[in-house]
C-alpha cells in the first residue's frame, strides 16, 4: 500500500499534465503500458492485498490513455478541429 501512495504521488503531474496537455504524451507508449497492465490483471491468480498494485498500474494507464485520447475522439466522432 505504500508503494502504491508513492508511486501516485509521483503520478500526479503526470496525470495533471496528460489532462491539461494531451499532444504532449506519446499516447503509443501509453496504450501499450494500458495494454500490458490489462493482460497483467488476468495474471493475477490469488487476490488478494499485493493485487492493488497491478489494479493501480491499470486504473493509472487508463486515465491518462483516456485523457491523451479524449479529445482524438471527439474531434473523430463530431467532425470538429
Known amino acids: ?4 501512495l508513492i508511486d501516485a504521488t ?5 496525470i ?3 489532462h491539461r496537455e494531451p499532444d ?10 494500458f495494454i500490458a497492465n490489462t ?3 488476468f495474471a493475477i491468480t490469488v487476490w488478494n492485498i499485493a493485487a492493488i498494485y497491478p489494479i493501480y498500474l491499470f486504473l493509472l494507464a487508463g ?8 479529445d482524438k475522439i ?3 466522432i463530431w ?3
Open 63 to 70: 486515465a491518462i490513455v483516456f485523457f491523451i485520447l479524449k
Open 24 to 33: 504532449t504524451e506519446d499516447a503509443t507508449a501509453w496504450i501499450i503500458f
Open 79 to 81: 467532425g470538429t478541429q
Open 1 to 4: 500500500i505504500i508503494n502504491v
Open 39 to 41: 493482460i497483467q490483471l
Open 74 to 76: 471527439k474531434k473523430r
Open 10 to 14: 509521483g503520478a500526479i503531474p503526470t
Open 16 to 18: 495533471v499534465k496528460s
